[in-house]
T-cell receptor, first 112, second 113 residues
Framework: DAEITQSPRHKITETGRQVTLACHQT?????MFWYRQDLGHGLRLIHY???????NKGEVSDGYSVSRSNTEDLPLTLESAASSQTSVYFC???????????FGQGTRLTVV | DQQVKQNSPSLSVQEGRISILNCDYT??????FLWYKKYPAEGPTFLIS?????DKNEDGRFTVFLNKSAKHLSLHIVPSQPGDSAVYFC????????????FGTGTRLQVTL
């Protein structure tokens, strides 16, 4: 079955370290997204991509970067992890603009 | 500034009764609305959506109502079942922005026996 997977599921890192969260989907969806979920904020969009080589900033992009070298993957990099980036991160993909997004199971990141 | 608001953090309903979850939005550019359901330690899963050209969309036990003039939508679950216990997120987007969603803060629904 086609799916979207995130790795790792849990990660603890130190302040200042570079961290990369992986997202891989097998639906061949053009559109991929990264959200973070925090209490009192719901899910907020970090970065998104409409296709290979395309990346765009979302609502809370500071301190994060993404790259899209193929259709299947959109890794999220925290250049220098901060405690404020402790959160649950969700990757999602969708087949077309305006269509519903399918989410991965999430990565819980703790920055100490 | 929260553009999509779910003012009830939690809701408890008896099994078999109707659950009504509410959502308000402030951005008049939103024209596509979705509800997602989330269980603990899982990603959100799509439940139902509605375009702004409609005022109602139904899928089995789930119905979403949209009142554009009031910038309000609601999700009705009839009848409620214990398996419906989850966090429900309302989300909105502008068609053409590829599911670039703005989410509410969520409402935790508990369906009791």
């Amino acid at each position: 079955d086609a799916e979207i997977t995130q790795s790792p599921r849990h990660k603890i890192t130190e302040t200042g370290r570079q961290v990369t969260l992986a997202c891989h989907q097998t639906w061949n969806h053009n559109n991929m997204f990264w959200y973070r979920q925090d209490l009192g904020h719901g899910l907020r969009l970090i970065h998104y991509s409409y296709g290979v080589q395309d990346t765009n900033k979302g609502e809370v992009s500071d301190g994060y970067s993404v790259s899209r070298s193929n259709t299947e993957d959109l890794p999220l990099t925290l250049e220098s992890a901060a405690s404020s980036q402790t959160s649950v991160y969700f990757c999602a993909s969708s087949v077309s603009r305006g269509s519903e997004a399918f989410f991965g199971q999430g990565t819980r990141l703790t920055v100490v | 500034d929260q553009q999509v608001k779910q003012n009830s953090p939690s809701l408890s309903v008896q099994e078999g009764r109707i659950s009504i979850l509410n959502c308000d939005y402030t951005n008049s550019m939103f024209d596509y609305f979705l509800w997602y359901k989330k269980y603990p330690a899982e990603g959100p899963t799509f439940l139902i959506s509605i375009s702004s050209i409609k005022d109602k969309n139904e899928d089995g036990r789930f119905t979403v109502f949209l009142n554009k003039s009031a910038k309000h939508l609601s999700l009705h679950i009839v009848p409620s079942q214990p398996g419906d216990s989850a966090v429900y997120f309302c989300a909105a987007s502008v068609t053409g922005t590829a599911s670039k969603l703005t989410f509410g803060t969520g409402t935790r629904l508990q369906v009791t026996l």
